[in-house]
């Protein structure tokens, strides 16, 4: 039972096309992010969401935008693909720490995503 | 606002080396510190956690002191292994709320039989 899965793993497609990955979590975790790791394993975080408020990094592109359809998924669309946005998306989990807990995060597999 | 700083990587050990990944961080409070890893083609996993000043972390030989007077973190290892090989990131979550953790830039590990 994966805890954090990730949909496609692999996806390879053109400039200027909309892609989306998805991403689902059964932890019962109330909140979930997306990260984009480059080359270089840098990790930028881009969303973070829960069911009170969308925080979004205010580098990413307004091209890329969260969608979630119930509290154990957050789906993540981007239009008009660019070569820049080639990376390895990463979707992850954490319990709110104000419910006692350390709060730690739970990633998916990645998502690899080309842009030819 | 709240940073983690790592040493730059690659760090390239022959196998039953001593391994220290260094880990300092700036944050008002108390955060939480973590250890994470990233072993080849997979997401990051928890490798271990301290919550508080002078906690200890351990897990799979690894073990990071949470030292509050130097704000640091270092993650070491006695004798490392080829399967060691992978990404460390250290991380840092600040209490109360649901704040958004803290990376650094992570430190690659080679491990060489």
């Known amino acids: 039972d994966t805890a954090v899965s990730q949909t496609p793993k692999y996806l390879v497609t053109q400039m200027g096309n909309d892609k989306s990955i998805k991403c689902e979590q059964n932890?019962?975790?109330?909140?979930m992010y997306w990260y984009k790791q480059d080359s270089k394993k840098f990790l930028k975080i881009m969303f973070s969401y829960n069911n009170k408020e969308l925080i979004i990094n205010e580098t990413v592109p307004n091209r890329f935008s969260p969608k979630s359809p119930d509290k154990a998924h957050l789906n993540l669309h981007i239009n008009s693909l660019e070569l820049g946005d080639s990376a390895v998306y990463f979707c992850?989990?954490?319990?709110?720490?104000?419910?006692?807990?350390?709060?730690?995060?739970?990633f998916g597999e990645g998502s690899r995503l080309t842009v030819l | 606002g709240n940073s983690v700083t790592q040493m730059e990587g690659p760090v390239t050990l022959s196998e039953e080396a001593f391994l220290t990944i260094n880990c300092t961080y700036t944050a008002t409070g108390y955060p939480s510190l973590f250890w994470y890893v990233q072993y080849p083609g997979e997401g990051l996993q928890l490798l271990l956690k301290?919550?508080?000043?002078?906690d200890k972390g351990s897990n799979k030989g690894f073990e990071a002191t949470y030292r509050k007077e130097t704000t640091s973190f270092h993650l070491e290892k006695g004798s490392v292994q080829v399967s060691d090989s992978a990404v460390y990131f250290c991380?840092?979550?600040?209490?109360?709320?649901?704040?958004?953790?803290?990376f650094g830039r992570g430190t690659s590990l080679i491990v060489h039989p």
């Open positions: 991380a840092l979550r600040k209490s109360g709320g649901s704040y958004i953790p803290t």
């Open positions: 992850a989990s954490s319990q709110d720490r104000r419910q006692g807990n350390t709060g730690e995060l739970f």
């Open positions: 932890l019962g975790h109330d909140t």
């Open positions: 301290a919550t508080k000043a002078d």
